[in-house]
């Protein structure tokens, strides 16, 4: 079941050791839960929302915000190369069994 996997008690911190992005540079990629208060990662999500507006239909922007992703039902990690941010993202428990992803975003230079 969703919702008792999303409130286990999940590692904080991921170390996935020597990874190579897609130029194949080596990284050191590590997963944490959180970051929201880290001004790189407060930047990327704006940078974030300000890209996932669609000048042609605002209403469908559905990109949360910093606050929105501080709530009990969402959970964020931060992607870091030793201390480069890498990426975020976010899983947003709807109910029992339903996740919608959020604020996933990578940084253009590990694309």
């Known amino acids: ?3 008792s996997c999303f409130h286990s008690k999940l ?13 194949g540079r ?6 944490i839960a959180g970051g929201l ?8 999500l704006r940078f974030h929302i300000e890209a996932a507006k669609l000048p042609d239909a605002p209403q469908s922007n559905h990109a949360f915000s910093a ?6 039902a969402v959970k964020f990690w931060s992607a870091w190369d030793d201390d480069t ?22 940084v253009e230079a590990a694309r």
Do not use: Q, W
Not at 11 to 23: E, I, M, Q, R, S
Not at 67 to 72: A, I, M, S
Not at 90 to 95: S, V
């Open 1 to 3: 079941m969703l919702s």
């Open 11 to 23: 590692p904080l911190k991921l170390d996935l050791g020597n990874c190579f992005c897609l130029t």
């Open 26 to 31: 080596k990284m050191n990629l590590k997963i």
């Open 37 to 44: 208060d880290d001004p790189r990662v407060l930047a990327l």
């Open 67 to 72: 606050d929105e992703l501080k709530h009990p």
């Open 85 to 106: 941010l890498m990426g975020t993202a976010a899983l947003h428990l709807l109910d029992k069994t339903h996740a919608e992803v959020k604020s996933m975003h990578v």
